[in-house]
Each structure stands twice: as structure tokens, then as C-alpha cells.
């Protein structure tokens, strides 16, 4: 099989069409004889979406041992999430990933529902920490590590979006691709970048009645760039033509700027903005749901912790710095998809196959260098099309929560800032915002901003909660002998 081949090998009747293995072991190599809890292997992925797939299968496929673990039911990550059974065509491209995780279920060992909290060093080896979701402790010992953790949506704040019925974009298709819930009955999408556009084709078509997108750029951001956006044209012209046929109307320079209600989501306010997201003109726009996104959030917290320098992408964010061969400045770790810049599914997979040939010791033809290149490119044209510009600030009001876990109002930054706090955080030490449930993950960029600064990379040696039971029970695994 060349390294640019599409196929991914013959169907297993052990296999379910919904690309979850039924039976785990695939590679006797893998588990340790000692516990079912512990396990050895030449690479560990974490992430089951397009990166960590296709990295985890390219490996495999080149007879390296591989364990690939996800915190969801079934492989698929946040772009190919679906429900058992999912028809193929609820998803472009959803039926090839399904016989790609398939041909992994044969090759590798694939852990789904672990929950990795941390990963860990011993010399040349690496073990990653996992929580199962009945409190158990899972370590997997490596050799090379590939992180493939994609994003989480980056929310703005406004006045009211912490009422029920405003949620992010992500979380809107989340619902509807992962368990077939629509939303909403009268949906607004607002914010900024094309992936407001699936987001409200997905929920016109599945029955909603959306009011409208309000794209607080421009509508031709990619204009400049006409020889990298003429691969995505036929794409584009397919959401404008759903949208036309449900009646969507798609309106640039506009956003929402608050939501009102008692109980829940009862309307919008709609403004127009001038080129710095200043408000020029409001409406208000009854509703019962809001789906809203500004880009998104890299997932970088275990390279952090395991010392991989980061850059910072066209917008801002943090992202892990690699080679050209995905590899970090961590040795024995690589990294692929959005962890090291958003730049949707087909960029992911395809730093997936790099990354997954590198580690095998095998060269990156030189094909899937410049089509990383060329994608990579286009990724970053949509950062500068689709910025945050600083007008957002001033649809803030006092009252404003910023940090919804700790409940810290914009007047509470303010005071911080007033005192001498510097950056986001002296702030957070003063006012408490990213001290909750959250971590900051939420309300991390909106502080930064406020503080008058870029998003520093994240500093979480634990990167998702976990039971101190599961604690204890990793530290009696690792005292037997």
C-alpha cells in the first residue's frame, strides 16, 4: 500500500459499520500480562478523529504496534461525530473515515471512553494516564506519542450568554450529528467563519427554522486569496445553495451582541458593525436558541506538559510547533490536526499520514509535503479573513459575566486591571475568572484580550478532570510489583 493510497484494507464482520470495534485486542504485543489496565506499545494516539486515525492506521499498517485512545463512544472526533447507524451521507466523507477506523480496529488496539488526564516521562519511554468512565485508572507505556486532541469552540462574552438556549456552534452540531437533536425550534447562528455555514445548513435541514447567520466580517474574506480559496468554491456554493432552499437569510457585518429572557432565550439583539466590530445600528430578534462560535480553541495541554515549544498561529493561539515530519520538540512526541493549527478535517488527516509514516522510519513523499504546505496556507488565509476584531469589548456591560464558572462579572476585571494586574494572570489571581470548573478553557481568550494580551499556552498538569479515586488506584497499579 503506497503512502498515498486511499484504501485501508478488507471489511471485518467483528467490526460494526459504525467503526467501533467489538473486541479490543488486535495486537498481542500490546496488552501487559500483568493487568488489563496496562499496556505496551511502540506508538500511543491520543484522539480518535481524521488526525489521530489516520496517523494510528499509517503506523499500524507498517507493523508498529499502536494503541489509539478517545474520550468518545465512537471514533469520528467533533467532524465526524455521528450516531450508530448513521447514514453515510449525513457527513462528506464520513464513509471512508467508517472503513478507515474499521481497517484500525483490525491492526490496533482502540480504547474508547478513556478520558487521558496526563502523560508522563521515564527516561525514553512515555506513559499516558487514561480514566475510564466507571473511575478506573489505564496506563498505556510508549514509545513515540501522537497527539491528536483537536479544538474546542472559543466563545465570546456578551450580556445574557449564559442563558438557556444560547450555546456554542460546536455544541449545536455536536447535539445534531452526535444524537440527532436539533437544537432549537427558531435558531439564530452568529459569530464569525465559514463554520457557521454547515452549522446552519445542518440545522435548516434536519427541521429548524434559522433565522439568519450573522457574519460579523465580511462575506468575501477570502477574496484576497482566490487561488487558495478555488479549491473550497464548489463547497461554499453547496451551503448557498441549502441555504437558499430553507430561506436562511446569510447577513455580513452584522452580529449579536446580547440575548434577553427570563426563563431562557427569548430574543437577540442583532447590531451592525463597522470594521473594527463597533456598533453602528441594533435590532432585536425573537428566538428560542443561539448558536454562536469565534473559531476555535487548539488542544495542546498534554505537549505543554511534556516541554514542546509552541508557536502562535495566524490568530493568536498557541498551537505546538512541529517539523515537517509533525514532530515536536519533545522527543518521542508528534502531533497532528489542530493541536498545531485549525485547519480543518482533510489538513488533519493528512498531518495524521505524516506523522504516522515518520514514525514508522519511512520517508514523507514529497506529494504530501506540498499538499500540506498548500492546506496549510489556506488554514492561515482563514485566520486573517475571519479575525476577532477588538470592537467585541464594547458590547460588554459591567454585569457581563466573563467567567461563568466563578461567576466573575466585567466590572470584577475591570477592578483587576485598575490595581495593577498586567496580564490574564494577575488577573485571574485578583478576580478568580479560569479558577472553575473550566479551568479557563471558556473564558481563557476573553480575559487575555482583556488584559490587553495574546492567549498564553496553557499550564494544566492534570488537561481534563479526574476522580481522586482513579488516583489511587493508579498509584497502587504502579507500587505492584
Given at each position: 500500500?503506497?503512502?498515498?493510497?486511499?484504501?485501508?484494507?478488507?471489511?471485518?464482520?467483528?467490526?460494526?459499520?459504525?467503526?467501533?470495534?467489538?473486541?479490543?485486542?488486535?495486537?498481542?504485543?500490546?496488552?501487559?500480562?500483568?493487568?488489563?489496565?496496562?499496556?505496551?506499545?511502540?506508538?500511543?494516539?491520543?484522539?480518535?478523529?481524521?488526525?489521530?486515525?489516520?496517523?494510528?492506521?499509517?503506523?499500524?499498517?507498517?507493523?508498529?504496534?499502536?494503541?489509539?485512545?478517545?474520550?468518545?463512544?465512537?471514533?469520528?472526533?467533533?467532524?465526524?461525530?455521528?450516531?450508530?447507524?448513521?447514514?453515510?451521507?449525513?457527513?462528506?466523507?464520513?464513509?471512508?473515515?467508517?472503513?478507515?477506523?474499521?481497517?484500525?480496529?483490525?491492526?490496533?488496539?482502540?480504547?474508547?471512553?478513556?478520558?487521558?488526564?496526563?502523560?508522563?516521562?521515564?527516561?525514553?519511554?512515555?506513559?499516558?494516564?487514561?480514566?475510564?468512565?466507571?473511575?478506573?485508572?489505564?496506563?498505556?507505556r510508549c514509545r513515540d506519542l501522537l497527539i491528536a486532541t483537536g479544538a474546542h469552540d472559543r466563545p465570546l462574552p456578551f450580556p445574557g450568554w449564559d442563558l438557556p438556549g444560547v450555546l456554542t456552534a460546536g455544541g449545536a452540531q455536536a447535539l445534531l450529528k452526535g444524537n440527532g437533536v436539533v437544537a432549537g425550534g427558531r435558531v439564530v447562528v452568529a459569530?464569525?467563519?465559514?463554520?457557521?455555514?454547515?452549522?446552519?445548513?445542518?440545522?435548516?435541514?434536519?427541521?429548524?427554522?434559522?433565522?439568519?447567520?450573522?457574519?460579523?466580517?465580511?462575506?468575501?474574506?477570502?477574496?484576497?486569496?482566490p487561488v487558495l480559496a478555488a479549491g473550497k468554491a464548489g463547497e461554499a456554493a453547496g451551503y448557498g445553495l441549502a441555504m437558499a432552499r430553507h430561506r436562511v437569510p446569510y447577513r455580513t457585518h452584522q452580529a449579536v451582541i446580547a440575548a434577553h429572557g427570563e426563563r431562557g432565550l427569548e430574543s437577540v439583539t442583532v447590531a451592525r458593525l463597522d470594521a473594527d466590530w463597533n456598533v453602528l445600528a441594533t435590532r432585536e430578534l425573537a428566538c428560542d436558541t443561539l448558536a454562536v462560535g469565534y473559531g476555535f480553541v487548539p488542544q495542546i495541554e498534554l505537549g505543554v506538559e511534556l516541554g514542546c515549544e509552541t508557536r502562535q498561529d495566524a490568530d493568536?493561539?498557541?498551537?505546538?510547533?512541529?517539523d515537517g515530519h509533525q514532530r515536536t520538540t519533545a522527543h518521542g512526541v508528534w502531533a497532528a490536526g489542530e493541536p498545531v493549527g485549525v485547519g480543518g478535517r482533510y489538513l488533519a488527516e493528512l498531518e495524521g499520514r505524516i506523522a504516522g509514516l515518520a514514525v514508522a522510519g519511512e520517508p514523507v513523499p514529497g506529494v504530501l509535503a506540498r499538499r500540506r504546505r498548500r492546506m496549510r496556507a489556506f488554514g492561515?488565509?482563514?485566520?486573517?479573513?475571519?479575525?476577532?476584531?477588538?470592537?467585541?469589548?464594547?458590547?460588554?456591560r459591567d454585569d457581563t459575566l466573563v467567567c461563568r464558572c466563578e461567576e466573575v462579572p466585567v466590572a470584577r476585571v475591570r477592578a483587576a486591571l485598575e490595581l495593577g494586574a498586567t496580564d490574564a494572570r494577575s488577573v485571574k489571581l485578583l478576580a478568580r475568572p479560569g479558577m472553575g470548573w473550566c479551568q479557563g478553557r471558556v473564558c481563557g481568550y476573553a480575559v487575555a484580550c482583556l488584559a490587553g494580551e495574546s492567549p498564553r499556552p496553557p499550564r494544566r498538569p492534570i488537561a481534563q478532570p479526574i476522580s481522586l479515586g482513579a488516583l489511587a488506584d493508579l498509584e497502587l497499579k504502579l507500587d505492584t510489583p
Open positions: 500500500m503506497s503512502p498515498t493510497d486511499d484504501r485501508v484494507g478488507a471489511p471485518n464482520d467483528r467490526v460494526p459499520a459504525d467503526g467501533v470495534p467489538d473486541d479490543r485486542v488486535r495486537d498481542d504485543r500490546v496488552r501487559d500480562d500483568r493487568s488489563s489496565d496496562h499496556y505496551t506499545c511502540d506508538l500511543a494516539v491520543v484522539g480518535g478523529g481524521p488526525a489521530g486515525v489516520a496517523g494510528a492506521l499509517t503506523a499500524a499498517l507498517r507493523g508498529l504496534s499502536v494503541v489509539l485512545v478517545d474520550s468518545g463512544a465512537r471514533l469520528g472526533g467533533q467532524y465526524f461525530r455521528h450516531p450508530p447507524g448513521a447514514a453515510r451521507a449525513s457527513t462528506p466523507g464520513l464513509d471512508r473515515f467508517l472503513r478507515q477506523a474499521r481497517a484500525l480496529g483490525e491492526r490496533a488496539e482502540v480504547l474508547l471512553g478513556h478520558q487521558v488526564w496526563t502523560v508522563t516521562r521515564d527516561g525514553d519511554r512515555l506513559t499516558v494516564h487514561c480514566q475510564t468512565p466507571d473511575g478506573r485508572a489505564v496506563a498505556i459569530g464569525t467563519g465559514p463554520f457557521l455555514l454547515p452549522v446552519a445548513t445542518g440545522l435548516a435541514g434536519a427541521g429548524a427554522e434559522v433565522l439568519g447567520v450573522f457574519e460579523a466580517n465580511g462575506g468575501l474574506g477570502l477574496a484576497r486569496h493568536g493561539m498557541p498551537v505546538l510547533a512541529v492561515e488565509a482563514l485566520h486573517h479573513a475571519y479575525p476577532v476584531k477588538p470592537g467585541w469589548q464594547g458590547w460588554l
